[in-house]
């Protein structure tokens, strides 16, 4: 295979992968449980991934042990309106839906045109790459589609120390580029970080729950402008703002170093 025709296939494979993800909103196979579901993976989360993997991969925003019991009632509080009762006992889709996660989103990264294969085939996802639960980002998005807006239940582990006691500003900050970069890639498609501006009002304490909620503000053209906030759990303290640019691009941007 060719430099340029390699490129044309993986810029293919992550155009599909992007779109996949953009859809799963409208997948009724990708409704969230009812109940709790356990550490084990439902078969019926990965109906919806394109067929790129090989393998049944881990659905990291499912609930594991490491979850604190605030961690697990917001879940159940956002699980139990993904879906709803409709009539003669059946069910439909609520206002939210569960965003599933995984490490990595191709067989062979992209941006791999510099890259060896070995590298390629580690690349993970920088806030599923550590194994132990709960070291370091616990966290499971849900959207809604028709507020367009998205939230995040993010549980901060020992590993993400900043100042004594408290959560690194980078890290938060890599959960807010997260956390709105998913919900500009559910708005818009395929999207990079242009512009993110963060003001931290209060520090995050360490191994503590906190909503990171994400607004659209609005679109224009290839822009995506978008909002979002950290606070406690009952919202009563405002740990940090933020607003983030997002411009659509064809993923091929990506494969040519950007
Ligand atoms: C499914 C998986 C979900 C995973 C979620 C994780 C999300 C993580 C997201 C990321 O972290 S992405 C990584 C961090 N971001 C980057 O590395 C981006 C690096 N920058 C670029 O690649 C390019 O600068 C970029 C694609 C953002 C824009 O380049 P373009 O050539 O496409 O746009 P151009 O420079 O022509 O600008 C287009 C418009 O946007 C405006 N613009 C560009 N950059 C801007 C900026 N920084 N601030 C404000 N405006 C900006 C620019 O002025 C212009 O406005 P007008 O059309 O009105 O004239």
């Known amino acids: 295979m060719t430099h340029e ?4 296939q993986m810029a293919r494979s992550l155009g599909r992968l992007l779109k996949g993800f953009q859809s799963l909103t409208s997948l ?3 409704r969230a449980q009812r109940s709790h579901p356990s550490a084990c993976v439902p078969c019926r989360t990965t109906v919806a991934l394109p067929s790129l993997f090989s393998f049944k991969p881990r659905d990291f925003s499912l609930p594991n042990s490491s979850w604190s019991s605030e961690m697990m009632r917001l879940y159940d509080h956002y699980n139990s309106q993904c879906e709803v009762e409709a009539e003669r006992g059946e069910t439909r889709g609520g206002p939210w839906q569960r965003l599933p996660s995984y490490n990595r989103s191709l067989k062979y990264a992209t941006g ?18 550590i194994r132990e639960p709960g070291a370091a980002f616990e966290y499971v998005l849900f959207v809604n589609k028709e507020e367009q807006r998205c939230v995040c239940i993010f549980q901060a582990g020992h590993l993400l120390e900043g100042p004594p006691g408290h959560v690194h500003g980078g890290a938060i900050a890599t959960m807010i580029d ?3 970069g998913t919900h500009a890639t559910v708005l818009s498609g395929p999207v990079m970080t242009a512009n993110l501006n ?3 009002r209060s520090p995050v304490p360490l191994g503590s729950t906190v909503l990171i909620e994400s607004s659209l503000d609005t679109k224009e053209g290839r822009k995506t402008f ?3 906030k950290v606070t406690s759990t009952d919202g009563s303290k405002l740990h940090t703002e933020a607003t983030a640019l997002f411009l659509s691009i064809n993923v091929s941007h990506l ?3 950007g």
């Open 5 to 8: 025709s390699h490129r044309v």
């Open 28 to 30: 009724p196979a990708m």
């Open 112 to 129: 791999g045109v510099y890259l060896s294969k070995i590298i390629q085939s580690r690349a993970r996802l920088f806030t599923r790459n």
């Open 178 to 180: 997260n956390v709105t």
């Open 198 to 200: 963060i003001n931290y």
């Open 226 to 228: 978008i909002s979002c």
């Open 255 to 257: 494969l040519r170093g």
